[in-house]
């Protein structure tokens, strides 16, 4: 077996995989689940997203051209869209670990919906890639979504986790207070 083939059929790869499809998958559907259910499942499979992309085994590009990619500005804004209807008016945070922050007075604000979307598109278009079955083009997807993973992606999903962590555990307003008693009553 050549080095490309067992780095993109590597156990670590195919369980991300597994995984990352899972996790587009939920994202396309958030707009049929309530905010609760929606946060509860996004704090389990966001771990489990980061836990699969930290341990993928390191990948080298091999291929002349960059892969394909799938998600264009409509599947973005549909993906963002659906989160941001499903967070209203929890989906603003503020944000205190980027590098603008440095050189501000005043905190930077973000949306959940924006950021998972951007984490999508770049899980998305290596799903996509690695689902047409092409060697070198498996394998180049892997090693931009491990660099993206390792510059930007990783971190927003953190910062992200944070966010969503205060939406299930500091109710904004007595509705969401409520909306949590009545859930564990249940």
């Given at each position: 077996m050549d080095?490309?083939?067992?780095?993109?059929f590597h156990r670590d790869t195919v369980e991300f995989v597994t995984?990352?499809?899972?996790?587009?998958?939920f994202l396309?559907?958030?707009?049929?689940?309530?905010?609760?259910?929606?946060v509860d499942t996004?704090?389990?499979?966001?771990?489990?997203l980061y836990l699969k992309a930290s341990m993928l085994p390191p990948c080298e590009s091999i291929g002349m051209t960059e892969p394909e990619t799938f998600v264009n500005e409509s599947d973005y804004e549909v993906v963002r869209l659906s989160v941001a209807g499903v967070m209203g008016e929890r989906d603003d945070y503020l944000d205190v670990f980027l590098d603008d922050m440095r050189y501000s007075d005043t905190p930077i604000r973000k949306t959940i919906s924006e950021d998972l979307a951007d984490?999508?598109?770049d899980v998305k278009n290596f799903v996509s890639v690695y689902r047409l079955g092409f060697d070198e083009t498996m394998n180049d997807a892997l090693a931009i979504c491990e660099e993206n993973f390792a510059l930007y992606w990783g971190q927003t999903l953190v910062n992200?986790?944070?966010?969503?962590h205060e939406v299930k555990y500091a109710p904004a307003d007595e509705d969401d207070a409520e909306e949590l008693h009545e859930d564990y009553n249940d």
């Open positions: 080095t490309n083939n067992s780095v993109i995984v990352a499809a899972e996790f587009c998958g396309e559907r958030a707009n049929t689940r309530p905010r609760r259910q929606f996004a704090l389990k499979i966001l771990p489990l984490i999508y598109q992200t986790m944070r966010a969503l």
